[in-house]
């Protein structure tokens, strides 16, 4: 959050970006977001919040997704819940989709994704797919599958920045994970000694937030009017300057 809050403003203004879609899912101490925190996302420069697994984490969030736009879950989550999957501000459409593999949702991302691209098709050309899961496969397959359907489909849930950016001959942006803003001296957010000992114990263990080696990580992508993706570059910005530089 310190990391959004510092780093989110500058980046924009120094990429000159339009849009910006920031995955909140582990804002709260590493689980679910909370509507306060969303709101200090949003302030800092994010168009559009996405989830994923951890969304109902924090029990707040449930009113607030029923009545905002601005943040959104999984669309293959139950349709008995509030929210939505798919979204359209300043003329991005942006859709979020849950993975099958490991997570198991009620629903398959495979069930929602062609309603949701086509339903974000009658309002924009411009559209973002938050694919949020633990397969590299199941992302990879996902990108294949809406390849020239829509500008993106960036990779989230597994912290860990992926070195596949790139743009298709179709006019798509793919990358399997986008990364982690957080603290990288770490096992994906947890203090590394933590994680260690629940692995090699099988004990539980209560995992606490690591503080090392924060940064600000995602991905650029550019795009025409038509919603052709031309460019797709890792962001990669540290929360403090590395010694001497």
């Known amino acids: 959050m310190r990391a959004v809050e510092r780093l989110l403003p500058a980046v924009r203004e120094e990429l000159d970006v339009d849009f910006c879609a920031v995955n909140g899912e582990n804002a709260a101490d590493g689980l679910g977001l909370t509507p306060q925190l969303a709101e200090k996302i949003l302030a800092s420069g994010a168009d559009v919040i996405t989830l994923g697994n951890h969304t109902w984490r924090r029990k707040e969030i449930a009113p607030y997704l029923a009545e905002t736009d601005r943040v959104i879950r999984p669309g293959n989550l139950s349709h008995h819940t509030p929210g939505r999957g798919l979204t359209v501000v300043d003329g991005v459409a942006v859709i979020n989709v ?3 593999l490991f997570l198991a949702p009620p629903h398959g991302p495979w069930e929602v994704i062609d309603d949701l691209v086509s339903e974000a098709q009658r309002s924009t050309p411009i559209i973002l797919v938050d694919f949020h899961g633990e397969a590299t496969s199941e992302k990879v ?52 000694e933590l994680a260690v000992e629940q692995m090699r114990t099988g004990m539980p263990i209560r995992f606490r937030t690591a503080a090392g080696d924060v940064r600000l990580e995602g991905v650029l992508v550019e795009c025409g009017e038509d919603g052709r993706a031309t460019s797709c570059e890792l962001v990669r910005v540290p929360l403090e300057a590395p010694a001497g530089g």
Request: glycine share 12%.
């Open 98 to 100: 849950l993975g099958q």
């Open 141 to 192: 397959a996902m990108a294949a599958y809406l390849d020239g359907k829509v500008t993106a489909v960036l990779g989230t849930h597994t912290h860990i920045q992926t070195n596949d950016a790139r743009v298709t001959a179709a006019g798509t942006a793919a990358i399997t994970d986008a990364g982690m803003t957080g603290p990288h001296d770490s096992v994906i957010g947890v203090i590394t």
